[in-house]
């Protein structure tokens, strides 16, 4: 009889709880129609397991900010004391009080408090219970859905949850799995595979290849326009780390790397990139096209010979069924992210079920390097707003550990990487040829560094090129003022400097009253690719070369005992850059796109092309080793 009544008395409370007024809960992996087709619906007493992500302060993202202010500002007391990624997770833990109201509310629809658990870092609470039961708590209805790209990947989801108001502000997002006891799939460890050592015997001394540098830019070009030194007799502090993103099927190709190297950096011949594999990455070279080769070709070159000595890793990500984004990459940096900052409507899946896939969930199981470099630009537009914030604040909490991340601005001007536009009639267009203009994603996250480009002015001459715009091994190392002026990367067709203003995110601290982006250099490189030699302009050729700036820097803050640069632009933006000379100020030129032949003027100061200007290596390096 008393085991009678106390279930009765469990049924009235949970009757009561649902009658209070309830709160739809948007679904944290609601899934899309174009993606994800409903299958069966789950049998009432099948037991399932629950993750409840527990809200955090709403105010949280404004505190992270000035948190990250308080480490990246040279004139604070507390600059370049990054935090550990503990540190990180305990500021983002939920309140105590949103753990004691959900756990009052779970006991008294039911759930018993033995039946609970809390995970590690406090930010979810689970249990398991019966589909039936979970339906009736969470105002659910639970379905089989299945991937129809791939028709093997397949996840348990409600489209919709309603809470009782009470507690629903205390939740961010239900969670389900099919797994009564669910456990992490993902390797309990992850090793960089390290590039190989140099043959015995060294490289014999080879001439780098002659280059004209008012027609193709190459390293020894760069490192006189910019003031930077070639690596010679330095050594790589063992805990600096360098890494460029790199998606599925995107691949170096060796002998690309060699002939280049044998050119231009002929000591790193032989030389690889180490490998760091997320989410089942692999470094595929069976089918070799330029859409493939080209874009990582320049990557590794450029990164590889401006970095000297410093190693750089591939971070490829993604299997070769599903190709893997920078959400990825993220969640793989951060555990409490890959359970509730994925969505299957713009985020492949894991495991992978289908034959070749993936079949773990590489969830924090990566420590991020300390200079991320992406070339590659995504317009803003195509992410749902809670999608792209989310994203920028993860890129902000690496920020607070000190890792800088460089991304390009794109070159299509105030168009996306695609030419594509706002259309002014259907705001929800994001692919008119014409319009509005298109911000790019990650750059427009005040949390990164945006890098662009620059050319030289035509030079006019008598045909011949003068002798200080050739450079070689062995030739002088004329100053940057042996160039041309640089304005704003543009070729009146198809190229033009990405920039413009963010639709989504205010202008950060930072800029005060300017703007967001720093934009740096770069006109045509030159570039092996499947046997040929390339000329290639865009923001993908110059980030590699900022990206390697900041990697040095580090190295020479490191080996002082300092800490490394972390988050990168409160520094440029500040009045000792500005004293020190740091960035060369570029005030000619224009983008254009979007039917506007004229989008953004360069001009005088900072500009919404050409932003603040281009690095002079040496004297940023001499501003941030005078940092604590």
């Not at 000035?66 to 004139?75: C, T």
């Not at 809470?163 to 205390?170: E, F, K, Q």
């Not at 590794?300 to 070769?320: F, H, R, S």
Request: proline letters at 8%; one cysteine or more; hydrophobic letters at 35%.
């Amino acid at each position: 009889m008393r085991a009678t009544l106390v279930a009765i008395l469990c049924h009235l409370s949970l009757a009561f709880a649902l009658a209070d007024k309830r709160t739809v809960l948007r679904a944290a992996i609601s899934p899309a129609a174009s993606h994800w087709k409903r299958r069966a619906r789950l049998a009432s007493d099948q037991v399932i397991h629950i993750d409840l992500a527990l809200a955090v302060d709403q105010d949280i993202s404004g505190k992270a900010a000035q948190a990250l202010e308080s480490i990246s500002d040279p004139d604070s007391p507390s600059f370049g004391q990054h935090w550990t990624p503990n540190r990180i997770a305990q500021f983002f833990a939920p309140p105590r009080e949103s753990i004691r109201q959900v756990g009052r509310w779970l006991s008294s629809s039911g759930v018993p408090r033995s039946a609970m658990r809390l995970s590690r870092d406090g930010t979810f609470l689970s249990f398991n219970v019966n589909v039936g039961q979970a339906e009736q708590l969470l105002g659910a209805e639970f379905h089989l859905y299945r991937h129809h790209l791939n028709g093997t990947t397949t996840q348990t989801a409600s489209e919709r949850y309603s809470l009782p108001s009470r507690v629903a502000r205390y939740i961010d997002y239900v969670l389900p799995a099919p797994d009564p006891d669910p456990v992490s799939s993902a390797p309990k460890s992850v090793a960089v595979q390290r590039p190989p050592l140099p043959p015995k015997g060294g490289i014999g001394v080879r001439q780098t290849r002659d280059i004209d540098c008012l027609q193709y830019i190459v390293p020894q070009c760069l490192r006189q326009l910019y003031n930077m030194d070639d690596g010679a007799g330095q050594t790589a502090h063992p805990n600096n780390s360098f890494g460029v993103y790199t998606p599925s099927y995107s691949a170096w190709l060796a002998e690309d790397l060699d002939m280049f190297f044998g050119d231009f950096a002929p000591d790193l011949v032989g030389q690889r990139p180490g490998f760091m594999s997320i989410a089942g990455g692999t470094r595929q070279t069976e089918y070799q096209l330029t859409n493939f080769n080209l874009e990582p070709n320049l990557d590794y070159e450029y990164t590889m010979a401006m970095a000297k000595p410093i190693p750089v890793t591939n971070m490829q990500v993604g299997d070769l069924v599903v190709q893997g984004n920078l959400n990825i990459m993220l969640a793989a940096f951060n555990a409490h992210y890959c359970r509730t900052g994925l969505d299957p409507q713009f985020d492949p899946v894991y495991p992978d079920p289908a034959p070749g896939g993936y079949h773990a969930s590489d969830c924090g199981t990566h420590v991020p390097p300390r200079v991320i470099a992406i070339m590659y630009a995504w317009n803003e537009a195509w992410y749902s707003d809670a999608y792209a914030r989310r994203q920028c604040l993860e890129f902000l909490k690496l920020g607070l550990q000190g890792v800088t991340v460089l991304t390009g601005s794109a070159d299509r001007g105030p168009a996306d990487q695609l030419t594509y536009c706002i259309d002014p009639d259907d705001p929800k267009n994001s692919t008119a040829s014409e319009g509005f203009f298109a911000s790019v994603f990650p750059a427009s996250c005040p949390w990164v560094t945006s890098v662009g480009g620059t050319q030289f002015l035509p030079v006019v001459s008598n045909g011949s090129s003068s002798s200080s715009s050739t450079t070689t091994a062995s030739s002088g190392e004329p100053s940057s003022s042996s160039f041309p002026d640089e304005t704003a990367l543009d070729d009146n067709s198809t190229v033009s400097l990405g920039g413009g203003f963010s639709r989504l995110f205010p202008a950060p601290w930072y800029q005060g009253n300017l703007t967001r982006e720093y934009l740096a250099s770069a006109p045509a490189f030159w570039s092996r690719c499947t046997g040929g030699n390339h000329a290639v302009s865009g923001t993908s050729a110059s980030t590699p070369v900022v990206a390697a700036m900041v990697a040095k820097i580090n190295d020479a803050r490191l080996h002082t005992g300092k800490s490394t640069v972390g988050f990168l632009n409160p520094v440029l933006y500040s009045a000792a850059a500005r004293k020190a000379g740091v960035l060369r100020d570029v005030q000619l030129g224009k983008n254009h796109g979007c039917g506007v032949g004229e989008a953004f003027p360069a001009r005088r100061a900072w500009d919404a092309v050409t932003g603040l200007g281009t690095p002079d290596f040496e004297k940023l390096k001499e501003l941030y080793l005078g940092l604590p």
